[in-house]
């Protein structure tokens, strides 16, 4: 699986949009792009995922540039709930692959 | 609708007690079954994942074992457990081209 990197901790104001980036530069044609979140002691839970096409559900959005090599995962609308570790995975999303996780991102929403 | 149960939620062993944690899966056939450790403060680390009944794939050399006697359940095992054997214990299913579905964990102290 394609290594990817993220910044540790950022901030957010309650209600601004939360902009969450990751580096997936060595990321293969049919890997997929794919975000969790954990709130502290609970399981990660499933985001978004995408391919090559940005993707929006009800939870967030998914940019990935062109070259694939990126991604940002948006909360247009981040809320207090919102603060957890978001973690960006890239995987063949075949279910025989394992799915390895960083040390993702740590977004603290601020009142 | 799939569901996922782990349990114990939370579980204090001695030094040297053996360890069995079970995870059930419902309303899927053949899923990837993975089982992640987190210590405190730290990422989630993968620890097994299995794609079948008796086939168990091994991430790290460490003091446990795991094993998936049924389609839908996977264990977690040890003789005897060490203090570094703390923390929290996830286990996920995958069905081909899914996200990966987490349980609510088992908090794991090793005394």
């Known amino acids: 699986d394609a290594k990817t990197t993220q910044p540790p901790s950022m901030d957010c104001a309650e209600g601004r949009a939360a902009n969450l980036p990751c580096n997936h530069s060595?990321?293969?044609?049919?890997?997929?792009v794919y975000w969790y979140r954990q709130i502290h002691s609970q399981g990660p839970q499933y985001i978004i995922h995408?391919?090559?096409n940005n993707e929006t559900n009800e939870m967030a959005s998914l940019i990935i540039t062109e070259d694939r090599k990126s991604s940002t995962l948006i909360l247009p609308h981040a809320t207090l709930r919102d603060t957890a570790v978001y973690y960006c995975?890239?995987?063949?999303?075949?279910?025989?692959?394992?799915?390895?996780f960083g040390t993702g991102t740590l977004l603290a929403v601020q009142p | 609708s799939q569901t996922i149960h782990q349990w114990p939620a939370t579980l204090v062993q001695p030094v040297g007690s053996p360890l069995s944690l079970e995870c059930t899966v419902e309303?899927?056939?053949?899923?990837?079954l993975y089982w992640y450790r987190q210590a405190a403060g730290r990422g989630l680390q993968l620890l097994f994942y299995?794609?079948?009944?008796?086939?168990i794939s091994s991430e790290v050399p460490q003091n446990l074992s795991a094993s998936r006697p049924q389609d839908r359940q996977f264990i977690l095992s040890s003789k005897k457990l060490l203090l570094s054997d703390s923390g929290f214990y996830l286990c996920?299913?995958?069905?081909?081209?899914?996200?990966?579905?987490f349980g609510q964990g088992t908090r794991l102290t090793v005394v």
């Open positions: 996920a299913w995958r069905g081909p081209y899914t996200e990966a579905f």
């Open positions: 060595t990321i293969s044609g049919n890997e997929y």
């Open positions: 995408g391919l090559k």
């Open positions: 995975i890239v995987n063949y999303g075949g279910a025989t692959n394992k799915l390895i």
């Open positions: 309303g899927t056939s053949n899923p990837n």
């Open positions: 299995s794609v079948g009944i008796g086939q």
